[in-house]
DNA sequence: TCTTCATTTCATCACTTGGTGAAAAAAGGC
DNA sequence: GCCTTTTTTCACCAAGTGATGAAATGAAGA
């Protein structure tokens, strides 16, 4: 009874680079809105996700997104199709792009120190790239964060998504972390994970919360001051829960 | 063709027999929906607190509310006006409760350990009321305290409201926290609470996360395990912030 | 009884929502 | 130039959206 979701003229496929060039927009007399020269379709996916990100997927209407892009309604549905879609589209973008950073982070420290790793050590390596890439990867990053705190907290909604995408990774920080602490019980690792997680992606999203409720003496955009304390606060934690090792 | 004079109501058909179940409020017998003989008003609140806490304020709709309550549309209108001033309702039912609740706590646990308080003890008198009532308190809390999750990562939103309800109660964990670490400086008593609450609320959202995390080993409804790590947890965390103050 | 008044229902409004089909405009190969 | 394919715009729809005025209802007083 719904209209079925009718896929868009694919334009070729999706794979790679080998994309015809969707026509260097700006450049020569498309539309003059916006001034670079980047491609209609990122562009769009910028708009939603900043808008996506301040006021969630039923808070952002299609046609929000296509005034904020400088675009056409009807030209979104044509590269992205249905909302959902896009919003998919918007959390896809920079996923792989974290989860490979994450990766070769602990790679790089589990080979740097064979054998004498620690727990904050280990923590350091799974926080760190995030807040590499939040502080040098500009507004269209802090959005992407904010956007996925706020998945994480509403899990009727993208906990599919989020789990599909990030499970793998903590998987192998749990595994990283065995290696470490190996009387260890996976309960309780768990557990730390998800306070963890808790605090890491509320920093991430830099509510601006701390700024108030500090009188000025606290920033949330200071990231600097987040990872001077995160790594050790977390790894103290981790630590006093693996020694208390309850049998709940 | 919009506007057509109105028709007074026809006398419709015979006002006989079939009138259906008119509602009578309070006592006696009201909407056979909801089983207890309570206010309509609270039945109102109930519908909207568990529509919004799955589903966020812009992903429900008066309709849906009302059907979920029995009610019709205009009834949630005539009790409280906008639909923005139906959520502020909900939210607040449940915030002064909540605040008393916790400097109740934290008000007995600095009375009953005179000079000899932890912490960890502190920090457990912050969070362990809301452990209890989200234990003992039903859904309605579970929907809630999901509720404040949700608002508290979407600071472009319920940001304000937060603040103004649950700084107070902050500024006197951080005043207590500073008698027993005289020597902490605010900036990391800040963040560090800025890691707690992350952590706190991420586990009272009991977001089901954890559940196919760990492969079934943990559940997030099973608040005991929280209780008997996050306290430590916090605790530890704090002393490490505490311990190495950075001057950042 | 008759009147009063808070409550509840009904019908509807003015407007927005996501989505679509078809035409128009570029872009590109020949 | 001509023809084909991709991209962009335009007009529009059916189904909702929040909200409201007015009528209907029922309990309580007089």
């Given at each position: 009874m719904t209209s079925q979701v009718r896929a868009p003229r694919a334009p070729s496929t999706s794979k790679g680079a080998a994309k015809p060039a969707p026509g260097v927009k700006s450049a020569g007399r498309g539309r003059p809105s916006k001034g670079a020269g980047r491609d209609l379709k990122e562009t769009i996916l910028d708009a939603a996700e900043g808008l996506f990100a301040r006021h969630g997927f039923h808070g952002v209407t299609i046609r929000q997104v296509a005034a904020e892009a400088g675009v056409d309604t009807a030209l979104i549905h044509y590269y992205f199709g249905a909302k959902r879609e896009l919003f998919d589209a918007v959390f896809l973008r920079r996923a792989e792009i974290l989860n490979s950073a994450r990766v070769l982070s602990m790679d790089a420290y589990e080979k740097s120190h064979p054998g004498a790793m620690t727990v904050e050590g280990v923590i350091e390596a799974f926080i760190e790239p995030l807040l590499r890439i939040s502080q040098d990867g500009g507004q269209g990053w802090k959005s992407y964060f904010a956007l996925v705190a706020q998945v994480n907290n509403t899990p009727a909604w993208g906990g599919e998504t989020m789990a599909r995408f990030f499970d793998p990774v903590v998987h192998r920080l749990v595994d990283t972390l065995k290696i470490v602490r190996?009387?260890?019980q996976d309960r309780d690792l768990y557990w730390s994970y998800q306070f963890l997680t808790g605090s890491m992606m509320l920093a991430l999203s830099e509510t601006g919360r701390i700024d108030s409720l500090s009188g000025g003496e606290?920033?949330?955009?200071d990231l600097g001051a987040v990872r001077a304390r995160l790594f050790a606060y977390c790894a103290a934690g981790f630590e006093a829960v693996i020694a208390r090792a309850p049998r709940g």
């Open positions: 190996p009387d260890a606290c920033h949330s955009s």
